[in-house]
T-cell receptor, first 111, second 116 residues
Framework: GQSLEQPSEVTAVEGAIVQINCTYQ??????LSWYQQHDGGAPTFLSY????GLEETGRFSSFLSRSDSYGYLLLQELQMKDSASYFC????????????FGKGTTLSVSS | DTGVSQDPRHKITKRGQNVTFRCDPI?????LYWYRQTLGQGPEFLTY????????KSRLLSDRFSAERPKGSFSTLEIQRTEQGDSAMYLC??????????????FGPGTRLTVL
C-alpha cells in the first residue's frame, strides 16, 4: 500500500520554531510537496523537494532525505496566521500528476 | 489570474439523485485534477486531465463517478445515484504542466456536497 505518516497535532507559541515530520511509503517517488490549508479554505502550495537537502522559502523550509523516505517542514518565527493544517504529499510518478496526501498536521499557534 | 473557480460552492441533495460540479482552471494551465476531501483527512486523488484527455483515474473512483473536460478548458464531475458516503468536499486543482512551477497545483475553493 501507500502511506504517509505525519503527526496529527502540533502546538506552539508565537515566535517559536516548529518542525512537522513526514515519512512515506509509496510505490514510486519523484518528489515531496507541502501544502497549507486554513479552516474552510483551499490547500495552497508551500514547497517542493525532489532532491535530498533543504529548500528555504522565507520563514518556511522543507527538507528531504530520499534514502530515509523522510521529510520535514520547518516553520520559523511563528505567527498566529500560521495556525492551519499542513499536508505532506508525494508525487509518485514521472508525469508529476497525482498527489498522494498525508492526513495532515493541525498546527495551533498561541500568543 | 483569477485562480481556480468551482461551482456550486455548496450542494445538498437527496440520496439517489445525480449531481454535477464545474471547475474552471487557471486559463493557461493544461493539467486539471479532481480530489475529494473528508473531515480530518487529506485530499484524495480522483482523476487527472491533460488538456481534454483523461489520463489517470483512481481505482477508488466507482462507476458512478464520471468527469469530462471537453475542450481542454473547464471540467465537470458528475456523481450518479449519490450515496451518503459521497458527502465530502470536492476539490479541483490545476497546474501549468511545464515550466519552473509545473509541480505546483493550484486548488479551487471546493464544492461541499451533502447527501441526505
Amino acid at each position: 500500500g501507500q502511506s504517509l505518516e505525519q503527526p496529527s497535532e502540533v502546538t506552539a507559541v508565537e515566535g517559536a520554531i516548529v518542525q512537522i515530520n513526514c515519512t512515506y511509503q509509496t510505490s514510486g517517488f519523484y518528489g515531496l510537496s507541502w501544502y497549507q490549508q486554513h479552516d474552510g479554505g483551499a490547500p495552497t502550495f508551500l514547497s517542493y523537494n525532489a532532491l535530498d537537502g533543504l529548500e528555504e522559502t522565507g520563514r518556511f523550509s522543507s527538507f528531504l532525505s530520499r534514502s530515509d523516505s523522510y521529510g520535514y517542514l520547518l516553520l520559523q518565527e511563528l505567527q498566529m496566521k500560521d495556525s492551519a493544517s499542513y499536508f505532506c504529499a508525494v508525487i509518485n510518478n514521472q508525469a508529476g500528476t497525482a498527489l498522494i496526501f498525508g492526513k495532515g498536521t493541525t498546527l495551533s499557534v498561541s500568543s | 489570474d483569477t485562480g481556480v473557480s468551482q461551482d456550486p460552492r455548496h450542494k445538498i441533495t437527496k440520496r439517489g439523485q445525480n449531481v454535477t460540479f464545474r471547475c474552471d482552471p487557471i486559463s493557461e494551465h493544461n493539467r486539471l485534477y479532481w480530489y475529494r476531501q473528508t473531515l480530518g483527512q487529506g485530499p484524495e486523488f480522483l482523476t487527472y486531465f491533460q488538456n481534454e484527455a483523461q489520463l489517470e483515474k483512481s481505482r477508488l473512483l466507482s462507476d458512478r463517478f464520471s468527469a469530462e473536460r471537453p475542450k481542454g478548458s473547464f471540467s465537470t464531475l458528475e456523481i450518479q445515484r449519490t450515496e451518503q458516503g459521497d458527502s465530502a468536499m470536492y476539490l479541483c486543482a490545476s497546474s501549468p504542466g511545464t515550466g519552473g512551477r509545473y509541480n505546483e497545483q493550484f486548488f479551487g475553493p471546493g464544492t461541499r456536497l451533502t447527501v441526505l
